[in-house]
């Protein structure tokens, strides 16, 4: 695939498959027919050049190809369910629109389809990483801690329970829109974590994630307005996202939120984001977690200089958000902001209780932010070893030049 192309599949990959989806009601056609449609534009946009809206140019290849393949599936076994589905892509509205807003929920729907109820969480889970952020399924399987034959038989489970109990690719009706709206809620945040700190390879961001799914939160929202969630949740990804000019630097290397340029935060997404977690907190009843998040995310947002962060405040809030979310990576943070309040000490005790419990043996932050302890307490060497310990973890490689640059240091 050239690098043209190859941007296209990053951008529009998960959109032109969600559609696909949707008009062969099928996930392996579907998947069939995108590398159907690439496969042509790889051949015809050298000479051609690129249609005006590539989305629409893949999707229509892509449907027709999904034809051509049952027919040649049809005609060897002349199978009443290859027929049934040929003629149902058949009624779908032709000549195909153009512009990119045709696809516009489907993506939405595709979601709801794999966050349907009958499905286990660890396959909804799975298939949203395979199918809407384009992870591989080595790379699913390196998010799960799984085998790579595990994870291809979990998702080949997975598709063929949505084909097989007829699972309706749509956005439900009201009556049955709040089984899912959790899960639904934990996907769109799974899109959005992607794109923030990309799971391994070359770069830390895919800010079309980032954009894809603060998109589908914001449907949501319109779906179900007033939710302390789901304005949490849209809340903390603009809060996160305003950051996204800064947090890398032109070489494509980490840049500390201790030394971003604050100039450079997009300030009407901060001030969205800051209006939507006042509200979200107004909300009568237990705070939702995303939320909570979105207030820790809103103190730095509103910091104008790094050293004047609420860090107190932000280390009460951790605790909060360990009592509504139990988790090893809600501890981990909490202590690293005890660490601004109490001093390294602390933190280190409560890492160091976090490394016995076990649970994060494979996440590199872990051994990183012990060595970053260490550092501050003169346990040089130490904190070298936990340096290369967070390096054998590492899987991103913006992350792994960080730590390189810090093993070298301390190793100085």
């Keep these: 695939m050239s690098g043209d192309l190859d941007q296209v599949w990053r951008l529009e990959a998960g959109r032109v498959l969600a559609t696909l989806i949707r008009l062969t009601g099928d ?3 579907a998947e069939e027919a995108l590398q159907d449609a690439f496969a042509a534009a790889a051949e015809q946009w050298p000479c051609r050049g690129p249609p005006a809206s590539t989305t629409a140019w893949l999707v229509g ?4 190809k999904a034809i051509d393949r049952l027919r040649r599936r049809s005609l060897i076994s002349r199978k009443q369910p290859d027929l049934e589905i040929e003629a149902a892509i058949e009624r779908q509205i032709a000549p195909w629109p153009e512009g990119d807003e045709a696809f516009g929920d489907d993506m939405l729907r595709l979601i709801f389809t ?7 969480l660890d396959a909804q889970v799975a298939l949203i990483l395979n199918t809407l952020c384009g992870l591989s399924v080595e790379a699913t399987a390196r998010a799960f801690l799984a085998h790579k034959e595990t994870m291809a038989q979990r998702l080949v489970r997975a598709k063929r329970k949505i084909r097989l109990a007829g699972i309706p690719y749509e956005t439900p009706g009201p009556d049955r829109l709040e089984e899912r709206v959790e899960g639904v809620l934990a996907a769109i945040y799974l899109v959005f974590n992607e794109g923030y700190a990309a799971s391994s390879g070359p770069d830390l961001m895919r800010a079309d994630l980032c954009r894809e799914a603060i998109r589908l939160a914001r449907l949501l929202a319109d779906l179900l307005p007033g939710r302390a969630a789901i304005e949490g949740l849209l809340a903390l990804m603009l809060l996160h996202d305003s950051r996204r000019l800064a947090r890398v630097s032109a070489e494509g290397d980490i840049i500390l939120l201790e030394d971003q340029d604050r100039g450079l935060w997009d300030q009407a997404q901060i001030s969205e984001g800051l209006a939507l977690v006042d509200r979200a907190l107004r909300v009568p009843g237990y705070p939702s977690p995303y939320a909570v998040q979105a207030a820790i995310a809103a103190l730095h947002a509103r910091a104008r200089r790094h050293d004047a ?7 009460g809030l951790y605790e909060v958000l360990a009592r509504l979310l139990p988790s090893p990576v809600v501890e981990l943070n909490r202590a690293i902001a005890i660490s601004m309040v109490d001093g390294p000490a602390r933190a280190l005790a409560l890492l160091d209780a976090l490394t016995a419990r076990g649970g994060l ?3 590199h932050l872990l051994p990183a932010a012990r060595a970053e302890m260490l550092s501050r307490l003169g346990r040089r060497e130490e904190a070298i070893d936990a340096c290369r310990a967070a390096l054998a973890a590492v899987r991103l490689e913006p992350e792994r030049r960080l730590l390189t640059r810090r093993l070298a240091a301390l190793s100085d």
């Design 309 to 315: 962060t609420d860090w107190r405040q932000i280390a």
């Design 361 to 363: 043996d494979l996440y």
């Design 27 to 29: 996930f392996d056609l």
């Design 114 to 120: 794999c966050c349907h109820p009958a499905l286990g």
């Design 61 to 64: 290849v892509g449907r027709r």
